[in-house]
């Protein structure tokens, strides 16, 4: 853990940083149940690349929660990064066509059954 | 890791823009996120409403709206972070009608399976 005190002074105090990282989480969660509908398929029509796929998801998941723990820690300090880096949110995007990936040949996969 | 050209380009933005931005891109891949888990859902247990075949027609119409909209979210978030660092107009999107479109002819087209079914 961090000892050091985030400072905000002529910010706005908290409730922006705040936001996006929560923002973050939120998008982190939304992740996690797309990774556990695809790992449940891949169980149910017992599926092993399907099963990786979904556990692959949930480690993007917390990825991305961790990235939003980052990026308060990155807001929280004055003359901190504002900016994200781009590779995280083009890392999002690929997880979105990922998980699509996924959902495709869940549906795919049970329908030819 | 090295940044994207643009991002030296024209001034830094107000930095409560730059998060709303951020945040907007991410609504959005929470939205893609919504309707891909919608889709697959709808396959999973919709087994007893209308055709099998408009069925998993929809679930992976679903799915790739929600990869569409994945990478949109991306091309969108560039966009308006160059609009910004210039000084223009946010550019306009489509992406909000063809949504609600393709939410309102989904829910349309569910509500009549499960009428009929």
Redesign the interface.
């Known amino acids: 853990m961090s000892s050091v005190v985030p400072s905000y002074e002529g910010r706005d105090p908290g409730l922006q940083p705040e936001r996006t990282a929560l923002s973050w989480s939120r998008t982190a969660l939304a992740i996690a149940v797309n990774a556990l509908l695809v790992l449940r398929s891949g169980f149910v029509s017992d599926q092993p690349l399907l099963a990786a796929l979904g556990v692959a998801l949930f480690a993007a998941a917390a990825a991305a929660a961790a990235y939003g723990v980052v990026r308060a820690r990155e807001l929280g300090h004055e003359g901190g990064v504002v900016m994200p880096s781009a590779w995280p949110l083009l890392a999002v995007a690929a997880v979105v066509l990922l998980a699509a990936v996924g959902g495709v040949a869940s549906i795919v996969v049970e329908a030819g059954r | ?1 090295a ?2 050209r643009w ?1 030296s380009e024209g001034e ?1 933005p107000d ?2 823009f ?3 931005n ?2 907007t ?3 959005w ?2 939205t ?3 309707l ?2 919608g ?3 709808l ?2 247990f919709a087994s007893t409403i209308g055709p ?1 075949v408009l069925v ?1 027609v929809l ?2 119409g679903l ?2 709206v ?2 569409a ?3 949109l ?2 091309v969108r ?2 966009a308006n ?1 160059i609009a910004m660092r210039h000084g223009r107009a946010l550019p306009y999107s489509i992406a909000v009608p063809v949504l609600a479109a393709v939410a309102l002819l989904g829910a349309a087209t569910i509500a009549v399976m499960i009428l009929l079914g």
Request: hydrophobic letters at 55%.
């Open positions: 890791m940044q994207p991002r830094d930095y409560r730059t998060l709303a951020e945040r891109f991410l609504a891949i929470r893609a996120l919504a891909l888990a889709g697959v859902l396959f999973e099998r998993v679930a992976v799915a790739v929600a990869a909209l994945g990478g979210s991306y978030w560039r972070e």
